[in-house]
């Protein structure tokens, strides 16, 4: 029967893959906290949407938690300051984005005392109406910090609005290498519990499903222990297989609901939240503090102590991978998992809201295997969770017919990279296809834009027209009454010559 | 063509599996190996020669097409697809066949099976059976003289280089005496001669269900537990899924089941026909080729109840005994056909690409 189980049945659910996860020693290791850098590096953009705006100016002194630039738009999220000290800088630094483009940050000198500002705790948070936690939370920065960056408290008033009846709290930690929401959970998984407690109630669902991977039964036992109390919090472990972190997957495997194509998960009564948001959701209202550190953690062979760091957004990589020491200098830096993660060029970038790690890989790791032909094994199309087929997509692309891949509904592709993965020929699948998203993106925008050149052109050759029309006409007025004169001028001395 | 897009060097995903195509084509060529050995013990040196000689020129072939076409010969080479068509052919032959039959047939496998297609991953029959159909109709005579098994310990059987003079000049006369018929071969004979299943089989050497395939028959062919194990490697490792086997050799036994059971004497049992000529070879080695067959699991299905469904009708009442290879090549026509129509759903979408409906009570 066993056998016959290999052949037939697969653990858990039939798409995805199961990588290596490397996730210990490193998720085992004692949560550590990084002393506050001389300085910080703070980017105004670290949320999807709008940039935020700096309020302070260059000298000014802040204190802790202080707002330092306030949002704009909206979407977008207010930042504050990580740590007291004075504002030494505004200007451009390489922000870690995969285009490499330099965005405008704040540059914060620590002044070494870390001494809090002003903090407004709210003793019941549940006595505040939804709209207040909403306000609060906007106010404190909080945006998704499983890595999608939404600003969350836009996310709490669409799930109002559209009355979602069930809140889904992904512990899933699906990416090879990372355990900050692991150890998160493991740590402080009475703040999660109460931060989710509070996203219900801004919400108003009337339960909570905290799906986490089977192979984190630390954070599984500790998460169980903070949620007993509250009978409509349910913890449920869930197979460990990549992408379960994925907000669709997750829903799938934990409500058996799939989410239609090109609608929002709230529109199937759910809403998902990452528990890292949870338990800033949690500090923003108990005690009043902003998002200003996270825990991130340090993996990848080349690290000399892996494990999770505690740190003040705004630190750079280098001052982490300083922290943890390293045992050789490494092949390749990566912001985020092994899966969907971005690559970094330097270590000069700084931590923000969505940095759930950093992965410093050693040469092996870092091996790229060169590319083959295609064999078509299928392997990409069994293991893609949203039930493409990449094959196909790929070879449209490849052919350099974009619609073609379309038609394949490329648009549905969450870029999670399993097809990738399970490649045996090692094609860069997830490649062509953000290539193809990119430039049916930049076509659609020229599309428009073009549409508009064409009708100015049109309007300046009416008006050129217009105005050709009116001269020629002009000049034959101005002909005809010249012919007119040189006839009447002919004329009389015809009749002069006459005699 | 393929340079419209120039990936820049790395992206993600940062992690790759362990496997690679070398990986996946070698075990491949592990689980054929007990069939082969077999073989090789079955059927003595003329059998080694035989194997040896067809994949040496299949990749031959590759090589010379890839010179040709200017690129680099060895690193294609060493993915191992070209040793596994030559392989495959090899073990399709009659075991004592001279040694142009597996010259010719190797390189029309690698460049008119494959390479005229544009190599690896583009070819839409199979090269193998694209070959091995190519030599039964071009000649039908040398691929149809058989040989009893005169197994390698036996003191009749050629030594190596009798063996070599097997392969290279033909059957000499010294073993004229061991020529025989294959069963579903002999049985069609005396069928189109008139007579019956149950007078016909018993001149046969070995029962037709014997499952040690100890009988007359190509050089891998006859081997069926040994076949069916590397299969099960192969489904255990995960290279193949079940749906092509299950479903050709499903497809196999049902009609032959139905028809022995009207008129055994007309109709070949379901034993026979699962045990014998390419059932099990094609069934977890040939008909489950990536490149040529679907690569939907529905896809996989249909596919594989068509070859079996096929194999049954040619051998029944088709022109020759043997349709695995035909019926390999009809389905893989259709392959691109199936993949068109049997797409997976989608998630979020319905079978025909339409996005779900929003549940009404989350609308309200
Ligand atoms: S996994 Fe790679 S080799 Fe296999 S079908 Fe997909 S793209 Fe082709
Ligand atoms: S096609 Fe897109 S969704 Fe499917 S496996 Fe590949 S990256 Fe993931």
Same mark, same amino acid.
């Given at each position: 029967?066993?056998?016959?189980?290999?052949?037939?049945?697969?653990?858990?659910?039939?798409?995805?893959?199961?990588?290596?996860?490397?996730?210990?020693?490193?998720?085992?290791?004692?949560?550590?906290?990084?002393?506050?850098?001389?300085?910080?590096?703070?980017?105004?953009?670290?949320?999807?949407?709008?940039?935020?705006?700096?309020?302070?100016?260059?000298?000014?002194?802040?204190?802790?938690?202080?707002?330092?630039?306030?949002?704009?738009?909206?979407?977008?999220?207010?930042?504050?300051?990580?740590?007291?000290?004075?504002?030494?800088?505004?200007?451009?630094?390489?922000?870690?984005?995969?285009?490499?483009?330099?965005?405008?940050?704040?540059?914060?000198?620590?002044?070494?005392?870390?001494?809090?500002?002003?903090?407004?705790?709210?003793?019941?948070?549940?006595?505040?109406?939804?709209?207040?936690?909403?306000?609060?939370?906007?106010?404190?920065?909080?945006?998704?910090?499983?890595?999608?960056?939404?600003?969350?408290?836009?996310?709490?008033?669409?799930?109002?609005?559209?009355?979602?009846?069930?809140?889904?709290?992904?512990?899933?930690?699906?990416?090879?290498?990372?355990?900050?929401?692991?150890?998160?959970?493991?740590?402080?998984?009475?703040?999660?519990?109460?931060?989710?407690?509070?996203?219900?109630?801004?919400?108003?669902?009337?339960?909570?499903?905290?799906?986490?991977?089977?192979?984190?039964?630390?954070?599984?036992?500790?998460?169980?222990?903070?949620?007993?109390?509250?009978?409509?919090?349910?913890?449920?472990?869930?197979?460990?297989?990549?992408?379960?972190?994925?907000?669709?997957?997750?829903?799938?495997?934990?409500?058996?609901?799939?989410?239609?194509?090109?609608?929002?998960?709230?529109?199937?009564?759910?809403?998902?939240?990452?528990?890292?948001?949870?338990?800033?959701?949690?500090?923003?209202?108990?005690?009043?503090?902003?998002?200003?550190?996270?825990?991130?953690?340090?993996?990848?062979?080349?690290?000399?102590?892996?494990?999770?760091?505690?740190?003040?957004?705004?630190?750079?990589?280098?001052?982490?991978?300083?922290?943890?020491?390293?045992?050789?200098?490494?092949?390749?830096?990566?912001?985020?998992?092994?899966?969907?993660?971005?690559?970094?060029?330097?270590?000069?970038?700084?931590?923000?809201?969505?940095?759930?790690?950093?992965?410093?890989?050693?040469?092996?790791?870092?091996?790229?295997?060169?590319?083959?032909?295609?064999?078509?094994?299928?392997?990409?199309?069994?293991?893609?969770?949203?039930?493409?087929?990449?094959?196909?997509?790929?070879?449209?692309?490849?052919?350099?017919?974009?619609?073609?891949?379309?038609?394949?509904?490329?648009?549905?592709?969450?870029?999670?990279?399993?097809?990738?993965?399970?490649?045996?020929?090692?094609?860069?699948?997830?490649?062509?296809?953000?290539?193809?998203?990119?430039?049916?993106?930049?076509?659609?925008?020229?599309?428009?834009?073009?549409?508009?050149?064409?009708?100015?052109?049109?309007?300046?050759?009416?008006?050129?027209?217009?105005?050709?029309?009116?001269?020629?006409?002009?000049?034959?007025?101005?002909?005809?009454?010249?012919?007119?004169?040189?006839?009447?001028?002919?004329?009389?001395?015809?009749?002069?010559?006459?005699? | 063509?393929?340079?419209?897009?120039?990936?820049?060097?790395?992206?993600?995903?940062?992690?790759?599996?362990?496997?690679?195509?070398?990986?996946?084509?070698?075990?491949?060529?592990?689980?054929?190996?007990?069939?082969?050995?077999?073989?090789?013990?079955?059927?003595?040196?003329?059998?080694?020669?035989?194997?040896?000689?067809?994949?040496?020129?299949?990749?031959?072939?590759?090589?010379?097409?890839?010179? +040709?076409?200017?690129?680099? *010969?060895?690193?294609?080479?060493?993915?191992? %697809?070209? /040793? =596994?068509? !030559?392989?495959? $052919?090899? #073990?399709?032959?009659?075991?004592?066949?001279?040694?142009?039959?597996?010259?010719?047939?190797?390189?029309?496998?690698?460049?008119?099976?494959?390479?005229?297609?544009?190599?690896?991953?583009?070819?839409?029959?199979?090269?193998?059976?694209?070959?091995?159909?190519?030599?039964?109709?071009?000649?039908?005579?040398?691929?149809?003289?058989?040989?009893?098994?005169?197994?390698?310990?036996?003191?009749?059987?050629?030594?190596?280089?009798?063996?070599?003079?097997?392969?290279?000049?033909?059957?000499?006369?010294?073993?004229?005496?061991?020529?025989?018929?294959?069963?579903?071969?002999?049985?069609?004979?005396?069928?189109?001669?008139?007579?019956?299943?149950?007078?016909?089989?018993?001149?046969?050497?070995?029962?037709?269900?014997? +499952?040690?395939?100890?009988? *007359?028959?190509?050089?891998?062919?006859?081997? %069926?537990? /040994? =076949?069916? !194990?590397?299969? $099960?490697? #192969?489904?255990?490792?995960?290279?193949?899924?079940?749906?092509?086997?299950?479903?050709?050799?499903?497809?196999?036994?049902?009609?032959?089941?139905?028809?022995?059971?009207?008129?055994?004497?007309?109709?070949?049992?379901?034993?026979?026909?699962?045990?014998?000529?390419?059932?099990?070879?094609?069934?977890?080695?040939?008909?489950?080729?990536?490149?040529?067959?679907?690569?939907?699991?529905?896809?996989?299905?249909?596919?594989?109840?068509?070859?079996?469904?096929?194999?049954?009708?040619?051998?029944?009442?088709?022109?020759?005994?043997?349709?695995?290879?035909?019926?390999?090549?009809?389905?893989?026509?259709?392959?691109?056909?199936?993949?068109?129509?049997?797409?997976?759903?989608?998630?979020?979408?319905?079978?025909?690409?339409?996005?779900?409906?929003? *549940?009404?009570?989350?609308?309200?």
């Amino acid at each position: 029967m066993g056998i016959l189980d290999r052949f037939f049945k697969s653990h858990g659910p039939d798409w995805g893959v199961h990588p290596d996860d490397h996730k210990r020693p490193a998720a085992d290791a004692p949560l550590r906290t990084l002393p506050v850098p001389e300085k910080l590096y703070i980017p105004m953009q670290q949320h999807v949407g709008g940039p935020a705006r700096p309020v302070v100016l260059v000298g000014q002194a802040v204190l802790k938690g202080q707002l330092l630039a306030e949002a704009q738009g909206n979407i977008s999220a207010p930042i504050h300051a990580p740590t007291s000290g004075r504002v030494v800088a505004i200007g451009e630094i390489t922000a870690p984005h995969p285009s490499g483009l330099a965005q405008l940050a704040i540059t914060l000198a620590s002044d070494g005392n870390d001494t809090w500002g002003e903090r407004q705790p709210v003793v019941d948070p549940f006595s505040l109406s939804p709209a207040e936690i909403a306000k609060r939370t906007a106010a404190a920065g909080v945006v998704g910090l499983g890595g999608a960056t939404f600003p969350s408290a836009v996310k709490f008033n669409l799930g109002k609005r559209l009355k979602v009846s069930t809140l889904i709290v992904n512990g899933g930690e699906c990416e090879p290498y990372l355990s900050s929401d692991d150890c998160l959970m493991r740590y402080r998984a009475s703040e999660v519990v109460d931060g989710l407690r509070i996203i219900m109630h801004a919400i108003g669902a009337g339960d909570a499903l905290v799906g986490i991977e089977e192979n984190k039964p630390e954070a599984i036992a500790a998460m169980k222990l903070a949620a007993e109390p509250f009978g409509n919090v349910r913890i449920c472990p869930v197979p460990a297989r990549y992408p379960m972190g994925s907000d669709k997957q997750l829903i799938q495997t934990l409500t058996g609901k799939e989410v239609p194509a090109d609608a929002r998960a709230a529109e199937v009564g759910v809403l998902v939240h990452n528990v890292s948001t949870c338990a800033a959701v949690h500090r923003a209202l108990r005690l009043g503090e902003p998002l200003i550190e996270r825990i991130v953690t340090v993996n990848g062979g080349a690290v000399a102590t892996p494990g999770n760091v505690f740190a003040p957004l705004g630190a750079r990589v280098a001052d982490l991978l300083g922290f943890t020491g390293l045992t050789q200098e490494p092949a390749r830096l990566i912001l985020g998992g092994p899966m969907m993660g971005t690559l970094l060029p330097h270590a000069t970038i700084p931590i923000v809201k969505g940095a759930s790690g950093i992965l410093a890989f050693d040469a092996r790791e870092a091996r790229v295997p060169e590319a083959g032909a295609c064999i078509r094994c299928g392997s990409c199309t069994r293991a893609c969770p949203m039930g493409l087929l990449p094959l196909e997509m790929a070879n449209h692309i490849r052919a350099g017919d974009l619609e073609g891949a379309l038609r394949y509904e490329l648009s549905d592709c969450i870029a999670c990279g399993c097809c990738a993965y399970v490649c045996p020929a090692h094609i860069p699948l997830v490649q062509y296809f953000s290539h193809a998203k990119g430039e049916l993106s930049a076509r659609e925008r020229s599309k428009l834009r073009n549409a508009a050149t064409r009708r100015l052109v049109e309007q300046r050759l009416a008006r050129l027209e217009r105005e050709t029309r009116e001269k020629a006409a002009a000049a034959a007025k101005r002909k005809a009454e010249r012919d007119a004169a040189k006839a009447r001028a002919a004329g009389t001395s015809v009749t002069e010559a006459s005699p | 063509m393929s340079n419209t897009l120039r990936p820049p060097l790395v992206a993600a995903p940062y992690a790759v599996t362990p496997h690679n195509v070398s990986r996946v084509m070698l075990w491949v060529a592990a689980a054929l190996a007990p069939a082969t050995v077999f073989g090789f013990w079955l059927y003595g040196w003329p059998a080694v020669h035989l194997w040896l000689i067809t994949i040496g020129f299949s990749l031959f072939g590759e090589a010379l097409c890839l010179r +040709l076409m200017q690129r680099a *010969a060895i690193p294609v080479l060493l993915d191992g %697809s070209a /040793l =596994l068509t !030559g392989w495959l $052919l090899a #073990l399709s032959l009659p075991p004592w066949a001279p040694w142009w039959l597996g010259a010719f047939g190797g390189l029309f496998a690698t460049i008119i099976g494959k390479q005229v297609f544009g190599g690896l991953g583009q070819n839409l029959f199979n090269p193998a059976m694209v070959a091995r159909v190519a030599l039964l109709i071009s000649f039908p005579a040398a691929m149809t003289v058989w040989v009893a098994p005169l197994p390698l310990t036996n003191p009749a059987a050629p030594g190596f280089i009798d063996g070599l003079r097997i392969t290279m000049g033909g059957l000499p006369a010294a073993f004229d005496g061991v020529t025989s018929a294959t069963m579903l071969g002999h049985a069609k004979t005396e069928l189109s001669r008139g007579i019956d299943l149950a007078h016909s089989l018993v001149t046969v050497g070995a029962p037709a269900d014997d +499952l040690s395939g100890a009988r *007359a028959g190509s050089l891998g062919e006859t081997a %069926s537990v /040994l =076949l069916a !194990g590397g299969g $099960l490697l #192969l489904l255990v490792l995960r290279i193949i899924t079940w749906h092509i086997p299950v479903a050709m050799l499903t497809a196999i036994a049902i009609p032959a089941l139905i028809f022995h059971a009207i008129d055994p004497t007309r109709y070949l049992s379901t034993a026979s026909h699962l045990l014998s000529g390419g059932a099990m070879l094609g069934a977890f080695f040939i008909a489950t080729d990536y490149v040529t067959s679907p690569n939907t699991r529905l896809g996989q299905l249909l596919f594989g109840a068509g070859v079996g469904f096929l194999t049954y009708v040619i051998r029944t009442w088709g022109g020759y005994p043997e349709g695995v290879a035909f019926a390999v090549l009809l389905m893989n026509a259709l392959t691109p056909v199936i993949d068109r129509y049997l797409k997976p759903r989608i998630y979020g979408r319905d079978r025909r690409g339409k996005a779900l409906e929003i *549940a009404e009570e989350s609308t309200s």
